[in-house]
T-cell receptor, first 113, second 114 residues
Framework: GEDVEQSLFLSVREGDSSVINCTYT??????LYWYKQEPGAGLQLLTY?????DMKQDQRLTVLLNKKDKHLSLRIADTQTGDSAIYFC?????????????FGTGTKLQVIP | DSGVTQTPKHLITATGQRVTLRCSPR?????VYWYQQSLDQGLQFLIQ???????AKGNILERFSAQQFPDLHSELNLSSLELGDSALYFC?????????????FGPGTRLLVL
């Protein structure tokens, strides 16, 4: 199966850390992404992680990958109101020389001032 | 600004009608993807073109079709429209660097079928 699942909603207070979780079912994923969608806009790439990595840090963002459990998480430190958006994880599978990207259901992050 | 443009921004039409959505990819990007985003079904991959050829097909209905032209712009045609086709339609173009393919999304076309 190729389902990528996320919880639908997360609410945090400004200044706290946010952790958005994602599970995927295809163990042959070569790399995984996090995208952000602000209201009224398209998706924007935040970060990605190769499947042979456990962790990637990029400023306030930390991505953790647990291949055994097929679990991906995005931690946003010191969450700001501008981080309010929908966050999508996505996996990429290389098959037949092509790459196929499957997006998760999206998690709506609400940051309370 | 991702560099991907989509027109029109908004479209209101009636059931049974046919509409065409247009996408211009970023300069140099050969791949174009189409997605449908509705409130209850999240982001659904419809179809991908690469340099004018269909590369992958997702959950695209038979009433929908797409093409990519020699100048690499793409059109998504939606026909016999139903109320349930109301959604945001996104186009994305992609580039591969160091083995990682990154998709750049356009601002979307919001379709309302009445």
């Amino acid at each position: 199966g190729e389902d990528v699942e996320q919880s639908l909603f997360l609410s945090v207070r400004e200044g706290d850390s946010s952790v958005i979780n994602c599970t995927y079912t295809d163990s042959s994923s070569t790399y995984l992404y996090w995208y952000k969608q602000e209201p009224g806009a398209g998706l924007q790439l935040l970060t990605y992680i190769f499947s042979n990595m456990d962790m990637k840090q990029d400023q306030r963002l930390t991505v953790l990958l647990n291949k055994k459990d097929k679990h991906l998480s995005l931690r946003i430190a010191d969450t700001q109101t501008g981080d309010s958006a929908i966050y999508f994880c996505a996996e990429t599978i290389t098959s037949g020389g092509y790459q196929k990207v499957t997006f998760g259901t999206g998690t709506k992050l609400q940051v309370i001032p | 600004d991702s560099g991907v443009t989509q027109t029109p921004k908004h479209l209101i039409t009636a059931t049974g009608q046919r509409v065409t959505l247009r996408c211009s990819p970023r300069s140099g990007d050969l791949s174009v993807y189409w997605y449908q985003q509705s409130l209850d079904q999240g982001l659904q991959f419809l179809i991908q073109y690469y340099n004018g050829e269909e590369r992958a097909k997702g959950n695209i209905l038979e009433r929908f079709s797409a093409q990519q032209f020699p100048d690499l712009h793409s059109e998504l045609n939606l026909s016999s429209l139903e109320l349930g086709d109301s959604a945001l339609y996104f186009c994305a173009s992609s580039v591969e660097r160091l083995g990682v393919e990154t998709q750049y999304f356009g601002p979307g076309t919001r379709l309302l079928v009445l």
